[in-house]
Structure formats: C-alpha cells, structure tokens
C-alpha cells in the first residue's frame, strides 16, 4: 500500500513497529482556567490520558438510559442491522453502534453540556461524533478486548488526520475491578506505536469481534507499562471515563455474575475531520465512522435531560 499524503503518524506501512512521539497537544485550550471541570483534573488528563468523574449523571438519568439500553439490546430487529455486533461465540450483543442516532435518549446524552462542553474544551474545537455505541459485557460471557490505541484504527482505517478527539464512556451498571473494566496504561498517549501487517479486505467485521490487525507488539506494551504501569478504575454507575484517542487500553474477559454496560462517545474536532484512509484501501462504514455529518454538535440547555 503507498502512502503519498504527508502523514507524520504512520502504521501498518512498514515491516517493523515503531515509537513514534506525539505531535499534538493533549489538552488543545491554551488557558486551562475555563476548564468545565476541576484543574487537577485537566492536569490529569494531560499526565495520564485517562480521567474519572464521579457522579455525573443521577440515578434517574441512569435507569432512563439502561432502560432504553435494554431495549435496544432484547429487541435488535428494530435497529439497523449491520449496527449490531454479536460475541464471536455465544451471539449475545457485544454492542450496539450509533445509539445517538437510533434513539432520542442517547442523542440528548451525546449532546449533554457535561460530556460535550467538556469535549468541546479539551479539543478547543467545535465538536461531532464521530462514533457512538453501546457496550455490553454480559455476566460469565463477555469477551476480552486486546491492547490499542484507538487513534490507530481511526488514522489507519477512518481517515482521522491528527490526535485531536477523545472518549467518554458512561457507566451504566456499577463497575467491578473483578468483571473486566477497561485498564489504562498511564502515559501511554504520548507515544504512537506504528503497527506492523496491513490491513485486511473488511477488517471490521472481524475487529469489532476480535482485534487481530492495528494492535501493538508485545515490546511496545512492555515498555509502555514499565513506564507507566497499569490502572483499572471501576467506578460505579453514573460516572464517566474520559480518555485521549490515543491511550492504550484493553479490558479482560467477564466471568463473573456482574453485568457491565456503558453508552461511549467518541467526540472528534471539528476541524480534525475525516479524510481518506491512511493505512486502508477504503474506509470503513458510516455507522462505525461517521463521515455524513453536515455541522458541529449543537449545544442544549443544560435543563434539557435525558430523564425529564
């Protein structure tokens, strides 16, 4: 595959994987004394690539949201069909792509000026999604997530020029360090690692089951958590992980009797929108990556929630 665009991230183009510092500001407002949220936060997210924020949402928002969850999860035949996602093995949903866009509750979610503003100040940017869905660990079934970097697949795959988007999943069930949460490698957001093996005809449709191509070698991942070490934040229903586009994470498989579930946003700059492929020959469906996005998010009233 050639490459002829100026492309300072490169992966899945060489032979042997790479170390590749980070071009881009983490925290992209240049005055950090506007922040929506605590500064010692925003210096968080800057060190480690990860947040938490307790007790975003009230109980009320939440069993809104878990209901219509349910929903979506039990009644698959009224979504879009290639928008649901099965377990490689059992056939129980895994997830659920675009919610925002096949249910009003989650586009009030995906709009809610205590996710958005915050999107909106990190990237200093106006904001779309650029991705949504919803993710169900099932008790004793749910399946492990290799290691990666999101931004990986999102460069390679999607056409995401630069590092200037995030996550934020919201916990829908109480999480438990025991049920597979996601685990953070601190840190590791300021190196890219370029990955080795090009990529497949499709690739999606076996990724989102199980990832075997944009994932980092073992060396990479060593050095990565010898730098930084490993957290696993299980906070409980209600709250909200925030982490960078390019933190490597993973999460274990659930074999426990706890149910995990969270509704996830990916938030892109603006200005950072997607252009073709960088490591595919094509890019990737519009329920995984949205490119038909005619304007920025539009704001709501904070008053304006998903439980009224």
């Excluded at 490459?3 to 881009?24: F, H, M, N, V, W």
């Excluded at 219509?68 to 377990?87: F, G, H, I, K």
């Excluded at 094509?282 to 304007?295: D, F, M, N, S």
Aim: net charge negative; aromatic share 10%; charged share 25%.
């Amino acid at each position: 595959m050639q490459q002829t665009r100026e492309d300072i991230y490169q992966t899945r183009l060489g032979t042997k994987p790479q170390l590749i510092a980070r071009q881009d500001p983490v925290i992209h407002s240049k005055s950090w004394e506007d922040a929506p949220v605590a500064g010692d936060m925003i210096k968080a997210f800057d060190r480690d690539g990860f947040i938490v924020l307790d007790d975003v949402f009230s109980d009320d928002e939440i069993e809104r949201m878990r209901f219509t969850a349910n929903e979506m999860r039990d009644y698959p035949q009224s979504l879009a069909e290639e928008t649901v996602v099965a377990e490689p093995n059992s056939g129980a949903v895994r997830s659920v792509f675009s919610p925002h866009r096949q249910s009003d509750d989650f586009d009030l979610v995906s709009r809610d000026p205590r996710l958005a503003d915050l999107a909106r100040f990190i990237l200093d940017d106006e904001i779309y999604i650029h991705q949504s869905r919803l993710n169900y660990k099932p008790a004793f079934k749910g399946k492990e997530f290799y290691w990666h970097s999101d931004f990986e697949t999102w460069h390679a795959e999607d056409g995401m020029p630069r590092m200037r988007a995030l996550s934020m999943s919201v916990m829908l069930t109480d999480n438990h360090p025991q049920a597979g949460p996601v685990m953070f490698v601190p840190g590791s957001h300021k190196q890219f690692i370029s990955c080795v093996g090009e990529t497949p005809e499709d690739n999606y449709k076996a990724s989102l089951k199980r990832q075997e191509t944009g994932i980092p070698d073992k060396s990479s991942i060593e050095s990565m958590v010898d730098k930084g070490g490993i957290v696993a934040p299980a906070p409980k229903a209600g709250s909200v992980v925030v982490f960078d586009c390019n933190t490597l994470h993973a999460s274990n498989g659930n074999i426990t009797p706890f149910e995990r579930m969270n509704a996830f946003f990916v938030f892109n700059a603006w200005s950072n929108r997607l252009k073709a492929p960088y490591g595919a020959a094509k890019p990737r469906p519009e329920h995984i990556a949205h490119r038909r996005v005619e304007a920025p998010l539009r704001r709501i009233s904070p008053q304006t929630r998903v439980a009224a």
